[in-house]
Every structure is written in C-alpha cells, then in structure tokens.
C-alpha cells in the first residue's frame, strides 16, 4: 500500500541537507504540507523550498530554529501548526559530529552534540506531542544511526547521543501507544553526506589514515555489503513508518545499516 499523507504537516529537523531533505522530500511527495530547518544559504534554502511546493504541489515553509536551543525548537512546533493547522509527524533529525581522543574531546563540542543530537528530541517531541494526542493520530521518528547500537572510537558524544535517543524512542513509545501515536528511530550506516564528509580529516588524524583508508577501510569496512547507504532508502523507510501498514510499529529500532550490526 502507498502512504497517503495529504492534509498531514511534516516538520523534519535538520533538513537543509543529506538525509533530512530527502526525508522531507518523501513526506511532500505522499502529499504532506512540509517544516523544512537548518542551516544553510538563505538562497539555497529558499531554491529547495520552492522546488518541493512546485514538484509535489504541497505547501513547505523554513524554520531558522537552532536544535541547541529549547525556546527555538518549540517556536519551530508552532510555526508547523500556525502555518498549516497540525503537526502530526515529527522527524528529529538534526545531527552533527566530532572525532577526538576522549581525553582531548573538548567539553564545549560534548556538550553541543548532547544538545543537538539528542536534548533536541526531547525538546521537539514535547512540544509537538499535546496536539498529536488531541488529535489521535502521530508519527515520531528519531535518526539514529549504527552507532546507537555499536561503538566506534573517537565518537564519545556522537555514541552516547545515539545510545540515549534510542533509550528515548523507546520511553516515548510506550507512553503514547494508547494514543494511535508510533515513536521509532531510524538507524542508517554510513551514508555519504557533508556530516561524513567533514569527519574525515579529523579520522584521518586520529587514525594516522589517509583520506582513502578512511573511506576504504573505516567507513566502507564497517558495512558487509561495502556500499554506502544512499539518502532515497532511508527516507523510503520513514515514508513506510508514516503509513497504515507501520501503525503497529512503534518502540522499534529499525537499521538500515548495509549489515553493519548483524556482525
Ligand atoms: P548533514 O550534515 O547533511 O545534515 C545535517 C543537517 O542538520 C543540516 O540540515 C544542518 O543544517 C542541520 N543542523 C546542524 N546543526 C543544527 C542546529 N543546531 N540546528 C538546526 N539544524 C542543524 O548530515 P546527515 O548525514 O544528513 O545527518 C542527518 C542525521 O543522520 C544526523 O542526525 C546524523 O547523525 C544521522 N546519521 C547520519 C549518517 C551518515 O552516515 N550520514 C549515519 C547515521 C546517522
């Protein structure tokens, strides 16, 4: 079965780039009116705006709100339901990372990535949960990723952010099961995106790699099937979370990982 997400607002944090714009590009293509955030160009920001109102005829607005601070993140909630009536999926998708020998790893970038990959979660399901309940129906979805599951060096805060949204998915889901509203993550492998990009140079230091060795044998290594995930497969799977047929998928941590944590 397609989803039908006509007349539904998707507000998907994080989504100027990588896998959060094509997550909103999923929703907008099943016919839900979009919350585009994050950063970026204003130019650029605006060009993928106005591409998803005319590709898919849904209406998108941008919301500036920055993940690390609570007041943002619940204007950003009020914008989806003062601009199109409802917010009634939520996709906590903002991330950023660091890489650093643990005893070097400044707390002022712990700290950040606390923040925004997680205390951002908690923040946004607060604030969009009142009118998911009043209205009976919701769809929450976390990204995660393989490191909520396992470990890799250098990536203290990434992997406890990771660990901690997964412990949060589950909590959530639990409170809202009554209340026809699903809470699940979304665990991708390495799909190349800027936030991978970025990471490189500071691999390549910690690793004493070079940029190819990073690629071949950290990133590419890590998954059996030696590809990388592409943006389009996991914004199919939280298309498919959005959906009648996932109504009784809730609490679940689902990989998309190339097989990473089967190993
Ligand atoms: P990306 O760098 O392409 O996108 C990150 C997005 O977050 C951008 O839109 C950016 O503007 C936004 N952002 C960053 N800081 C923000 C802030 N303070 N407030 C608002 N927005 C902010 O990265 P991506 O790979 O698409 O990552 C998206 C999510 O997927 C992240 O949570 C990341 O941890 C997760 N993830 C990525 C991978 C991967 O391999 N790329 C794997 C697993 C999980």
Redesign the pocket.
């Known amino acids: 079965m397609t989803t039908n997400l006509k007349g539904k607002t998707a507000v998907v944090?994080?989504?100027?780039?990588?896998?959060?714009?094509a997550y909103a590009r999923a929703f907008a293509s099943a016919g839900a009116n979009i919350v585009l955030?994050?950063?970026?160009a204003p130019a650029d920001i605006e060009k993928e705006r106005t591409a998803i109102e005319s590709d898919y005829k849904v209406k998108a607005v941008h919301s500036p709100?920055?993940?690390?601070k609570p007041a943002e993140i619940a204007g950003m909630i009020a914008l989806g339901e003062t601009s199109f009536g409802s917010v009634d999926i939520l996709v906590n998708?903002?991330?950023?990372?660091f890489v650093s020998p643990v005893e070097d790893f400044p707390p002022e970038k712990w700290e950040r990535i606390i923040a925004?990959?997680l205390s951002?979660a908690f923040y946004g399901i607060r604030a969009a949960v009142p009118g998911m309940k009043k209205r009976g129906w919701g769809r929450i979805i976390n990204?995660?990723?393989?490191?909520s599951l396992v470990a890799s060096p250098f990536k203290s805060a990434?992997v406890s952010a990771?660990h901690g949204i997964a412990g949060l998915t589950k909590t959530v889901a639990l409170e809202l099961a009554t209340f026809k509203v699903t809470c699940n993550c979304i665990?991708?492998?390495?799909?190349?995106?800027?936030?991978?990009e970025?990471q490189i140079p500071d691999t390549m230091k910690a690793r004493n790699m070079t940029k190819e060795q990073v690629i071949n044998d950290v990133l590419l290594d890590a998954q059996p099937t030696k590809q990388f995930?592409t943006?389009e497969q996991v914004a199919a799977l939280a298309l498919f979370l959005c959906g009648d047929d996932a109504a009784q998928i809730t609490g679940t941590n689902l990989s998309i990982d190339g097989g990473w944590t089967a190993e």
């Not at 990204?143 to 490191?147: G, I, Q, R, V, Y």
């Open positions: 944090t994080g989504s100027t780039s990588g896998i959060g714009l955030n994050g950063f970026g709100a920055d993940m690390s998708n903002a991330g950023i990372q925004i990959n951002s990204t995660a990723s393989a490191h990434y990771k665990s991708p492998g390495y799909v190349w995106t800027p936030l991978v970025k995930v943006v």
